[in-house]
């Protein structure tokens, strides 16, 4: 039996904030069980990009654009 782990971020797009921010949520996935949780930063809904799960506005500087 292998183990097989996913760890995967998205936004709670309906969930905006007053400031129209959406909240990160990271999903850990481990033999088929999940848990998600909070990573309590925020970030604009227009600037997430899905397929990379990164957001356009906070990218550190070691990543490339």
Request: charged share 25%.
């Amino acid at each position: 039996m292998s183990n097989v782990i996913s760890v995967i971020f998205y936004i709670k797009r309906a969930r905006i904030n007053s400031k129209g921010l959406c909240l990160v949520i990271c999903r850990i996935t481990y033999d088929g069980r999940r848990s998600e949780f909070s990573t309590g930063k925020y970030v604009e809904p227009d600037k997430w990009n899905p397929n990379d799960r990164t957001s356009q506005h906070y990218r550190p500087s070691h990543l490339p654009s």
